[in-house]
């Protein structure tokens, strides 16, 4: 028996770092059971390049990675999702596009690191806590029992993955 591939995806306002990121960590992390995608409600038009450096030095693939708007996820022929979740508190608070199957919605804001001001290695440090926060709470989403958690008890899962913060902070 074949085991079902929720389809997932992760927004975010500008579409550039934080969901790039959290593609590319679900896709591999998930091993084939789940596939991710991401988006954004006012795309950047470009992927963060400390974003795609540190993937890269994951072994994770970059190359079907770009900056999208999250339309291409509600018109007829999208994938039908499983799973929206938005990574950015902005995108979060903004009216989505009603998207096909009615999935099952979650927000985990993580700091922007695109917005880091500073040289290379701030910037650099910022996208590695923001991979680093997302990986956290993405081991915790592909280990959830899918198949045996009724919608209330994923929803109160997934809830609780997005209140989880980073020690220190």
């Not at 790039?20 to 992927?47: D, T």
């Not at 919608?151 to 109160?156: E, G």
């Amino acid at each position: 028996m074949t085991e079902r591939i929720f389809n997932v995806l992760f927004l975010c306002t500008g579409n550039s770092a934080r969901s790039i990121l959290a593609e590319s960590i679900l896709n591999h992390a998930g091993k084939g059971r789940f596939r991710a995608f991401s988006a954004g409600s006012h795309p950047a038009g470009s992927v963060n390049p400390f974003a795609l450096e540190l993937v890269k030095q994951q072994g994770m693939p970059v190359s079907e990675l770009r900056s999208k708007n999250w339309d291409e996820f509600a018109v007829p022929g999208a994938p039908l999702l499983d799973f929206v979740i938005t990574v950015c508190d902005r995108a979060a608070g903004e009216v989505c596009p009603v998207w096909p199957g009615q999935p099952m919605t979650a927000h985990w804001g993580i700091e922007d690191p695109a917005a880091v001001e500073g040289d290379d290695e701030m910037k650099r440090r910022a996208v590695t806590k923001a991979f680093r926060e997302l990986t956290t709470r993405i081991s915790l989403f592909v280990s959830l029992p899918m198949q045996k958690l009724d919608t209330l008890s994923l929803k109160r899962e997934l809830d609780a993955i997005g209140k989880l913060r980073e020690k220190g902070q």
